[in-house]
């Protein structure tokens, strides 16, 4: 995977992005790390939305929104890699920036699409790893143990795309974009859709 010809965008635009990829969940949605909720203006009217959220101070400000906007389910205190859900629970899976925080990958994807029906929607937006012998991977290789410790688990050199594939999805497909960080520094973003 090259980003090198990747759009650039800055962080408005990609937050439009990150927003119009939310709105396409539809039925269940299941929101992985839900964070306080930042993502709630942009799902479509009529979902039935259930949150997971294993940071407790985030999950507490998460459930007062939550309610605050007429979604009655409890949000879940766990992470990606183990659901409290059963089998074919949800028709949509959104994270939005938490694939770089997961412990494990493999068993976060295996999670979400066993908790999907089959058909069901994946939509990840995520910052993730530059082109390898690249000066901002390098970058990312060198901050990655800081971030890890102080960004509750961030890893900005994350790779997921063939995971994807690799846990069962079909229809994978990927938008990729550079985000302007800083002058001269723009990170690889991207939005993954795909399908159990």
Wanted: aromatic share 6%; proline share 5%; hydrophobic share 45%.
């Amino acid at each position: 995977m090259s980003t090198m010809n990747a759009p650039r965008v800055r962080w408005p635009e990609l937050d439009a992005i990150r927003r119009r990829a939310v709105a396409t969940a539809s039925g269940t949605v299941l929101e992985a790390g839900a964070g306080r909720g930042d993502n709630f203006g942009s799902f479509a009217p009529g979902i039935t939305w259930i949150g997971l959220e294993p940071h407790a101070a985030s999950r507490s400000a998460l459930a007062r929104t939550a309610r605050a906007r007429g979604h009655t389910h409890e949000v879940l205190d766990a992470r990606c890699e183990r659901i409290p859900l059963d089998d074919a629970h949800v028709d949509s899976v959104v994270a939005t920036f938490v694939m770089c925080s997961v412990d494990d990958v493999a068993a976060s994807l295996a999670e979400f699409y066993r908790v999907l029906v089959p058909g069901g929607r994946l939509v990840l937006v995520d910052h993730l790893a530059a082109s390898p012998g690249t000066a901002m991977r390098r970058l990312q290789n060198l901050i990655s143990p800081i971030t890890r410790r102080l960004d509750k688990g961030c890893r900005y050199n994350r790779e997921i795309t063939a995971d994807i594939s690799a846990a069962g999805f079909t229809d994978v497909a990927a938008e990729w974009y550079r985000m302007d960080a800083f002058p001269g520094v723009t990170v690889p973003c991207a939005v993954h859709t795909a399908r159990a």
